[in-house]
C-alpha cells in the first residue's frame, strides 16, 4: 500500500515557540492532505483539508492564524503550530488519499512546556 | 452532518473468544468504510475497507460487514489474542477525496 511518513514522530517544545510538522507522501502524489488532532482517549478530530497550490481549508472552531498550513508540493503538506500553548499538547496525525483509501501518518506526539 | 458511533466503548475479554464490535453512522450516503486499528500512542494501521457496494470484507480472523441502509457495520474477531489488545475505529468516507468521520473507537483488553 502507499506510505505517508510524518516527520518528527515527537517533539518537546516550550510555551510560545512554534513548531513545523511535515506529512510526506512517499510514493504517489497527493493534491490533498488532512490533518487530525486527537486527544487522550479520543477519536481523532479533523482539523483542515491542505490543498495543493491553495489556501487550506479549516473546520469549524479551527484558528487558522494558530495552525497553519502549507501545501508546497504534490507530496509535502506542513502543519506549523504557532505560538504553541501546553494546550496544543496533542497527537496530530495526517492522512492522503489514493484510489479508494485514505492512507495515515504515523502521527506526531506534541508537548508544549 | 455525518456522526459515527461506536459500541461498546470498551471490551474486556478472555482469550479464544469471539467478539463484535459495532458502528453505526447517520448518513447511508457513503463512499466506503475503514476499519482501523490504534496501539497506544501509535498511529491508524488499517484493517480492512468496505466499499459502499459490498456486504463485507474479511482478512484473517477479522470480517468486516457493511449494512448501508441501515448505517451499520459490524468487525468480528475470532479467536481473540492478546495481541488483539487495541483500540478499533470505524471511520465513514462519505465522498472520494473528502476526510474520514471516526466514531471514538472500542478499547479492546484481551486478558491471557
Known amino acids: 500500500g502507499a506510505v505517508v511518513s510524518q516527520h518528527p514522530s515527537r517533539v518537546i517544545c516550550k510555551s510560545g515557540t512554534s513548531v513545523k510538522i511535515e506529512c510526506r507522501s512517499l510514493?504517489?502524489?497527493?493534491?490533498?492532505m488532512f490533518w487530525y488532532r486527537q486527544f487522550p482517549k479520543k477519536s481523532l478530530m479533523l482539523m483542515a483539508t491542505?490543498?495543493?497550490?491553495?489556501?487550506?481549508?479549516?473546520e469549524q472552531g479551527v484558528e487558522k492564524d494558530k495552525f497553519l498550513i502549507n501545501h508546497a508540493s504534490l507530496t509535502l503538506s506542513t502543519l506549523t503550530v504557532t505560538s504553541a500553548h501546553p494546550e496544543d499538547s496533542s497527537f496530530y496525525i495526517c492522512s492522503a488519499p489514493t484510489g479508494l483509501e485514505q492512507y495515515f501518518g504515523p502521527g506526531t506526539r506534541l508537548t508544549v512546556t | 452532518k455525518q456522526e459515527v458511533t461506536q459500541i461498546p466503548a470498551a471490551l474486556s475479554v478472555p482469550e479464544g473468544e469471539n467478539l463484535v464490535l459495532n458502528c453505526s453512522f447517520t448518513?447511508?450516503?457513503?463512499?466506503?468504510l475503514q476499519w482501523f486499528r490504534q496501539d497506544p500512542g501509535k498511529g491508524l494501521t488499517s484493517l480492512l475497507l468496505i466499499q459502499s457496494s459490498q456486504r463485507e470484507q474479511t482478512s484473517g480472523r477479522l470480517n468486516a460487514s457493511l449494512d448501508k441502509s441501515s448505517g451499520r457495520s459490524t468487525l468480528y474477531i475470532a479467536a481473540s489474542q492478546p495481541g488483539d489488545s487495541a483500540t478499533y475505529l470505524c471511520?465513514?468516507?462519505?465522498?472520494?477525496?473528502?476526510?474520514?468521520?471516526f466514531g471514538k473507537g472500542t478499547s479492546l483488553l484481551v486478558t491471557p
Open positions: 510514493d504517489f502524489q497527493a493534491t490533498t
Open positions: 491542505s490543498n495543493e497550490g491553495s489556501k487550506a481549508t479549516y
Open positions: 471511520a465513514v468516507h462519505s465522498n472520494s477525496g473528502y476526510a474520514l468521520n
Open positions: 448518513d447511508s450516503a457513503i463512499y466506503n
